[in-house]
């Protein structure tokens, strides 16, 4: 970024580097920290910015669909085992 210039596979790259890393909270700090600090970039480099925070948005919504990570969040919240199916008579 710091360039004012980023290549459509550097980010991807970039993205893919974090998620491994870290995994979705490493995708949203990155886009905690773009969106705080957009306000106290020069024009040019907000525009960047803001690719990034689209590139970022993009890549969650094909890699994290809601409703994966809505049943990744219900496991987590379940304390208990989920029940058999009961067997039909």
């Given at each position: 970024m710091g360039q004012g210039k980023a290549h459509?596979?550097?980010v991807l790259?970039?993205?893919i580097e974090i998620d491994n890393r870290r995994g979705?909270?490493?995708l949203w700090g990155l886009e905690s920290e773009l969106r705080?600090?957009?306000?106290?970039l020069?024009?040019?480099?907000?525009?960047?910015a803001h690719a990034w925070l689209e590139a970022l948005a993009l890549y969650?919504?094909?890699y994290?669909?809601?409703?994966?990570?809505?049943?990744?969040?219900?496991?987590?919240l379940n304390k208990?085992?989920?029940?058999?199916?009961?067997?039909?008579s």
């Amino acid at each position: 970024m710091g360039q004012g210039k980023a290549h459509p596979s550097d980010v991807l790259n970039t993205l893919i580097e974090i998620d491994n890393r870290r995994g979705l909270v490493g995708l949203w700090g990155l886009e905690s920290e773009l969106r705080d600090a957009l306000p106290r970039l020069r024009p040019q480099a907000q525009a960047l910015a803001h690719a990034w925070l689209e590139a970022l948005a993009l890549y969650r919504a094909s890699y994290y669909p809601e409703g994966r990570l809505s049943r990744l969040f219900n496991r987590f919240l379940n304390k208990e085992p989920q029940a058999k199916l009961a067997r039909a008579s």
